[in-house]
């Protein structure tokens, strides 16, 4: 009954490291999407991919990439992490990007940039 | 751009108490309107899920109603408890994705 699974739970870099948030699903979807969740700014969508093979842009990509590296995985990575990427991620998966169809979301993973 | 808002931020009732948690958003361009609960530092649950077309959606307790044109949902909780207290947030699913309020934070005292 996994869902949704993100690694790690916590992190926390200094300026200008890098790393890759990892994130897979076990429920045979199409959609992955990754946000981040700032207090006063609400959650806001960073990347989505509609299927495997596709991705695209959120409202705030700048400073991330994306691999949506099978069905199931879709990872995000911070190339030169800054203070101001110091949030919660979410993860979340959908059967497809349109339609009447849930997301569902992966615990978070807290990360702290010095 | 849509914008969704979500009043009160905050809200705390006593147990037992039936109660209302409203959310507006700006453009009625919209495929669904989902609910969802968060507890302190974890993810986001689905609660509800209300096709554009629909006026409400039902489970257990939990009532959500929508009327696109006035551009508002509500959720009603019934006969609260203290296992209900946690962040309920809505979210409209449009053209720009899925849009999120900023969420209201319910407090069920016993």
């Known amino acids: 009954n996994a869902g949704v699974t993100q690694t790690p739970k916590f992190q926390v870099l200094k300026t200008g490291q890098s790393m890759t948030l990892q994130c897979a699903q076990d429920?045979?979807?199409?959609?992955m999407y990754w946000y981040r969740q700032d207090p006063g700014m609400g959650l806001r969508l960073i990347y989505y991919?509609?299927?495997?093979?596709?991705?695209d842009k959120g409202e705030v990509p700048n400073g991330y990439n994306v691999s949506r590296l099978n069905k199931r995985e879709f990872s995000l990575r911070l190339e030169s992490a800054a203070p101001s990427q110091t949030s919660v991620y979410f993860c979340?998966?959908?059967?497809?990007?349109?339609?009447?169809?849930?997301?569902?979301f992966g615990d978070g993973t807290r990360l702290s940039i010095l | 751009k849509q914008e969704v808002t979500q009043i009160p931020a905050a809200l705390s009732v006593p147990e037992g108490e039936n109660l209302v948690l409203n959310c507006s958003f700006t453009d009625s361009a919209i495929y669904n309107l989902q609910w969802f609960r968060q507890d302190p530092g974890k993810g986001l649950t689905s609660l509800l899920l209300i096709q554009s077309s629909q006026r409400e959606q039902t489970s257990g307790r939990l009532n959500a109603s929508l009327d696109k044109s006035s551009g508002r949902s509500t959720l009603y909780i019934a006969a609260s408890q203290p296992g209900d207290s946690a962040t309920y947030l809505c979210a409209v699913k449009g053209a720009q994705k899925l849009v999120f309020g900023q969420g209201t934070r319910l407090t069920i005292n016993p």
């Open positions: 979340a998966s959908s059967l497809r990007d349109r339609g009447l169809v849930a997301q569902h």
């Open positions: 429920m045979n979807h199409n959609s």
């Open positions: 991919s509609a299927s495997e093979g596709t991705t």
